[in-house]
């Protein structure tokens, strides 16, 4: 198996005449825990119960540690660091104060990791990503979807109906609108869930 990717035009400012392209990955799934712990286990002795039990000590502990203000490096994989998030803030007085808050965690990749993933070479595949279904087709998809994993973001949403990033987040603000899915998490970490009504 390979990285797969398809191209696709860049969009440019108005008034340019650049015809930009750029490739972008087409995702073959994600691999959820219980599928890691499954693989993780044949290919070593230990069982998946194990392992997924050390997957979620090293969560609470990497929590812990991370919300202590300690940075975390895992040989092989990367490091890992508490993100802060700055807001200026004027008060009525005039004075201007600074409110930090924890935004995330930061994450370096390794460099064995990272050289890991290069030796692959990505394959370049046909674009398909305008879906000739109703909107209430991949809608239906969507919440069936959310029943089945309670959550989807818009890299699922996007595989799920074959279309861009760009249409699913369209439509993803849609159906929030019409009150079918609530949102949750933030930027990177944001995620769809049934509204509370269905």
């Given amino acids: 198996m390979s990285i797969k990717f398809s191209v696709y035009k860049t969009p440019r400012p108005k008034g340019s005449k650049d015809n930009l392209e750029h490739a972008r990955l087409v995702s073959r799934g994600t691999k959820g825990l219980e599928e890691i712990c499954r693989d993780l286990s044949d ?61 995330g965690v930061n994450f370096r990749c390794s460099n064995r990791l990272k050289e890991m993933v290069k030796e692959e070479r990505p394959k370049k595949v046909k674009r398909e990503n305008v879906s000739s279904e109703p909107i209430e087709t991949r809608k239906e998809k969507m919440l069936e979807y959310i029943r089945k994993h309670e959550s989807i973001n818009e890299s699922d949403y996007a595989e799920l109906n074959n279309s861009t990033r760009y249409r699913a987040g369209k439509e993803l603000k849609q159906f929030l609108e019409e009150g079918i899915i609530r949102e949750m998490g933030y930027k990177t970490h944001r995620v769809y869930v049934l509204a509370a009504k269905e």
Avoid: Q, W
């Avoid at 203000?69 to 490091?79: F, K, T």
């Fill in 43 to 103: 290919a070593c002795t230990v069982n998946s119960a194990d392992i997924k039990g050390v997957l979620e000590a090293l969560t609470v502990y990497m929590g812990r540690e991370l919300g202590y203000g300690y940075s975390i490096e895992l040989d092989g994989i990367g490091h890992f660091s508490p993100a802060l998030r700055t807001r200026k803030i004027s008060e009525e007085n005039g004075k201007i104060r600074f409110s930090v808050s924890v935004d």
